[in-house]
């Protein structure tokens, strides 16, 4: 048995989580390795091959540096647990007139909680991912999650979720580099193609990244149940026809099938009437929000009127706010006005580089 611990680390295939599984080899840990298959594209009605973290390709490159370094590795099929919370999930969002983010939903409530019974099964004292973010301990307690040392590849947005039993067991041994020493090292352990090994931004389950499609397969008869919706102005003036309110999202300019004569927006959308509202892009500021189903990281709650960086995407740069308790949520009253804040997406509150807390966008 290592000093250090024995370490379940998940393993996709791609340069961050193998690299990952390595330097905690090197540093001393007893490494187990794990690739967890969340999806079929068969079962979706979609031909593309499997790509990502549910390509066999992938699946044969974890298992290969597994191999060749001595440690053990496991294939995991939790396509019914996945499917259960974080495809359910996706399509009520969706259906509610919110635009979620199931990366989010998966890391909070699928891969930490399924690694975590697989660790306790195999006897490991930690898990372990290739996500750019550092853990710390506050000295009240409490485990917290605070940017990667990578800007670029910050991924600390998507982990608010995690609570804090598994918090003191994780290991993100990335976030203390940049991405472009991870693909040194990749060079240095000798796997040349895997350090130009590109990097799948698509969501795992929706593989041609045609979310509209994804729902029409798998909602019998939703496109004739939200056909033939209006499309409004600010105003409340009918201005056209649109193909159903799901398959529209805030901000969205694209793709809209309207001639106005100028760009025009979805600015908001309510699945009650089956309506989008179309207005311009100034028409997409707003400088509150309501969040809720929260989960608090470095501290156990916020004093109301606490100031915090919110982000309300993942690229998003974050603007300061105050946070104001409410009995279901927190209200957010930004300094200045955001702009495309959409129900379904994650708000995450930061004090300087560490997540305070996170939750989901409710509305605007």
């Known amino acids: 048995m ?17 690299v990952a599984a390595l330097m905690l080899n090197d540093e001393g840990y007893e490494v187990v390795g794990i690739t967890m298959k969340t999806w079929d594209y068969a079962s979706a009605g979609s ?24 440690f053990p590795h496991f294939i995991l099929d939790i396509r019914s647990e996945f499917g259960d919370a974080v495809i359910e999930n996706f399509v009520e969002e969706y259906l509610a007139g919110r635009t979620p983010n199931p990366c989010v939903m998966c890391n ?17 004292d930690f898990i372990a991912t290739g996500h750019y973010g550092n853990i710390h301990q506050h000295t009240n307690g409490r485990y917290y999650i605070s940017k990667g040392l990578d800007e670029l590849k910050d991924q600390s947005y998507v982990l608010w979720g995690l609570q804090q039993d598994l918090l003191s067991r994780t290991l993100l041994p990335l976030g203390k580099y940049r991405k472009t020493e991870i693909r040194q090292m990749a060079l240095d352990y000798g796997y040349p193609e895997l350090a130009k090994k590109s990097e799948s931004y698509e969501i795992c389950f929706v593989p041609d990244n045609d979310y509209r499609g994804f729902l029409k397969r798998r909602v019998d008869g939703l496109e004739e149940r939200v056909a033939g919706g209006n499309f409004v102005d600010t105003s409340g003036n009918i201005i056209g026809q649109h193909k159903g309110y799901p398959f529209y999202t805030i901000g969205q300019r694209k793709g809209l099938d309207i001639a106005l004569g100028k760009p025009a927006y979805v600015t908001q ?96």
Request: charged content about 25%; proline content about 1%; glycine content about 12%.
């Open 269 to 364: 959308i309510i699945p009650e009437t089956n309506t989008v509202v179309l207005g311009e892009e100034e028409d997409l500021n707003r400088q509150e929000m309501f969040v809720s189903k929260l989960n608090w990281l470095k501290y156990d709650g916020v004093g109301d009127g606490m100031e915090a960086v919110t982000k309300i995407r993942y690229k998003d740069k974050g603007a300061f706010s105050n946070l104001h308790n409410h009995a279901n949520g927190i209200a957010v009253h930004f300094y200045e006005q955001v702009k495309g804040i959409a129900p379904g997406q994650s708000a995450v509150f930061y004090e300087d580089d560490d997540v305070i807390g996170g939750g989901i966008i409710m509305r605007q």
């Open 47 to 70: 031909s593309k091959k499997e790509t990502g973290c549910c390509n066999v390709d992938s699946f044969n490159d974890a298992r290969m540096a597994a191999v060749e370094h001595g």
């Open 2 to 18: 290592s000093r250090k611990g024995k370490v379940l680390v998940a393993m996709s295939g791609g340069i961050d989580s193998t």
């Open 108 to 124: 909070t409530h699928i891969k930490w909680r399924a690694l975590l019974k697989r660790a306790d099964a195999l006897g490991c």
